[in-house]
C-alpha cells in the first residue's frame, strides 16, 4: 500500500464521520455553480431598502376597505398600478402632485372597472392612502398620507 491509498483511507474515514454528507456536496456545487441561493451574485435580497411603502383604501371614515374581499383586487396590483402611471409622468418619485393625480386615475379606474356605485356599495367616499414604513431611531415608524379620494355617487 502506498501513501495515497493510505491517505484515500484517511479521507474516507473522516467522511463517514460528517453527518452533514449531502449539505456540504450541494454548498460546493452551488459554490461553484454560483446561480443557486445563497451563493447567487443576484442581489434580489442583498440588501433591504431604507424605506419601503405600500396602498390600500378606506371609506369615509378611514376604516380600511378589504379590496380583495369587496373588488376581488389586491394591494400589491394597486401598488403597481400606481408606480406604473407614475412613472407615465415622472422619472423620479415622490411628487405629491403627481401621487395625487395618478391616485384620482386609479381610482377612476376601480370606479369603472368594478361599477362601483351607491347601490354597489355602503361607502360614500373611497379614499388611497401611501404608507411608507422606515426605521428611525431603533423604531419602526409607519407614516400615511391620503394620495386621492373620490365620492360614491
Do not use: C
Not at 479521507?11 to 463517514?16: D, E, P, T
Not at 396602498?55 to 383586487?73: G, N, Q, R, S
Not at 422619472?91 to 351607491?118: M, Q
Amino acid at each position: 500500500m502506498g501513501i495515497s491509498s493510505t491517505l484515500f483511507f484517511s479521507i474516507a474515514k473522516l467522511w463517514n464521520l460528517v453527518p452533514a454528507k449531502l449539505t456540504i456536496v450541494v454548498v460546493i456545487i452551488s459554490f461553484s455553480v454560483g446561480k443557486i441561493q445563497p451563493f447567487s451574485t443576484f442581489p434580489v435580497y442583498s440588501h433591504i431598502p431604507p424605506v419601503s411603502e405600500y396602498y390600500y383604501m378606506t371609506d369615509e371614515k378611514d376604516l380600511i376597505i378589504p379590496i380583495a374581499l369587496k373588488f376581488d383586487y389586491d394591494g400589491g396590483s394597486l401598488h403597481k398600478m400606481i408606480e406604473y402611471r407614475y412613472v407615465q409622468y415622472s422619472k423620479t418619485y415622490g411628487d405629491p402632485e403627481i401621487l395625487n393625480k395618478v391616485g384620482l386615475e386609479t381610482l377612476d379606474y376601480l370606479f369603472e372597472t368594478f361599477a362601483i356605485t351607491s347601490e354597489t356599495v355602503s361607502y360614500k367616499q373611497i379614499k388611497i392612502w401611501n404608507a411608507k414604513v422606515k426605521m428611525m431611531n431603533d423604531q419602526i415608524v409607519v407614516v400615511h398620507k391620503e394620495i386621492a379620494k373620490m365620492q360614491v355617487l
